[in-house]
């Protein structure tokens, strides 16, 4: 946090900004500063919840903006992220709210969100589901993520692929190629075509889409979700979500 000192010149050289017709700074005379810059420090002194209110101001302000840019970068690729053919689509295809999760499989936060996940899937039969993966932890994360995108090229239904999904997310150690394919393999997906799969253009293709999509809405940590026009960051829970997907159906947390 700056120091009061810095805030008192900071505060001074905006007041001098600010005031009509405004001598440049230059016309103060050290001495004048050094009067100034001690009125507004002993004020800040005697009343520090000025610098609350400001600090909570511009967090507001903050806030405001980045729904801003996260609403707009929605609108403007609204189409890949709720109906590229590379997403893998769970729940009710024809739902009226589209709930989508960018994740990374060595996300321990992730894990969470399946389980989150899962129960809106289970508690709302309009949901429909979309998983993007997101590998942006390590090496081991694209790896994981390349076998889940060729899991997906041969499971239109997205049963296997949801199989796959958690037997990853919930089993011990660090993901990557070696524990991705042990998953797919109990999910019972064809394993020789998953090798041919692995090679092909629409892998590369799949995780480059889904990063420009985070790239463009601000996303830089998993799990985040589109829900609706509004962009969630972070692992905030079932309840959180389920409010989002309210405030998407209805306009409201609760329809």
């Known amino acids: 946090m700056p120091s009061i000192r810095l805030l008192a010149s900071a505060l001074f050289a905006l007041a001098l900004c600010s005031a009509p017709q405004a001598a440049s700074a230059q016309s103060?005379?050290?001495?004048?500063?050094?009067?100034i810059e001690t009125i507004v420090r002993n004020y800040l002194l005697a009343n520090p919840e000025v610098l609350e209110e400001a600090m909570g101001e511009l967090s507001k302000r903050q806030a405001a903006a980045e729904a801003e840019k996260h609403e707009a970068g929605v609108a403007k690729n609204a189409e890949t992220i709720f109906n590229s053919p590379r997403g893998v689509v769970l729940g009710n295809k024809d739902g009226d709210v589209t709930f989508v999760e960018f994740f990374d499989y060595n996300c321990g936060y992730c894990k969470r969100a399946m389980t989150?996940?899962?129960e809106l899937m289970k508690s709302d039969p309009k949901l429909k589901v979309v998983l993007k993966e997101f590998p942006v932890l390590n090496p081991g994360s694209v790896?994981?993520?390349?076998?889940?995108?060729?899991?997906?090229?041969?499971?239109?239904?997205?049963?296997k692929y949801l199989?796959?999904?958690?037997?990853?997310?919930?089993?011990?150690?660090?993901?990557?190629?070696?524990?991705?394919?042990?998953?797919?393999?109990?999910?019972?997906?064809?394993?020789?075509?998953?090798?041919?799969?692995?090679?092909?253009?629409?892998?590369?293709?799949?995780l480059e889409e889904n990063f420009k999509l985070a790239e463009a809405m601000g996303m830089n940590g998993t799990p985040s979700y589109v829900i609706g026009?509004?962009?969630?960051?972070?692992?905030?829970?079932?309840?959180?979500?389920?409010?989002?997907?309210g405030v998407a159906r209805c306009g409201k947390a609760t329809c």
């Not at 103060?28 to 009067?35: K, T, V």
């Not at 150690?173 to 019972?188: Q, V």
């Not at 026009?229 to 997907?245: D, F, M, S």
């Open 163 to 206: 199989d796959f999904h958690q037997k990853l997310l919930n089993g011990r150690g660090a993901a990557d190629k070696a524990r991705a394919m042990a998953a797919a393999k109990e999910a019972g997906v064809d394993m020789a075509r998953i090798e041919k799969d692995l090679a092909s253009p629409e892998v590369r293709a799949t």
């Open 229 to 245: 026009k509004q962009v969630v960051i972070g692992a905030v829970g079932v309840e959180t979500l389920r409010e989002k997907i």
């Open 143 to 159: 790896e994981a993520a390349q076998v889940g995108v060729a899991v997906r090229m041969q499971d239109p239904s997205g049963k």
């Open 116 to 118: 989150d996940m899962l």
């Open 28 to 35: 103060f005379s050290d001495s004048q500063r050094r009067d």
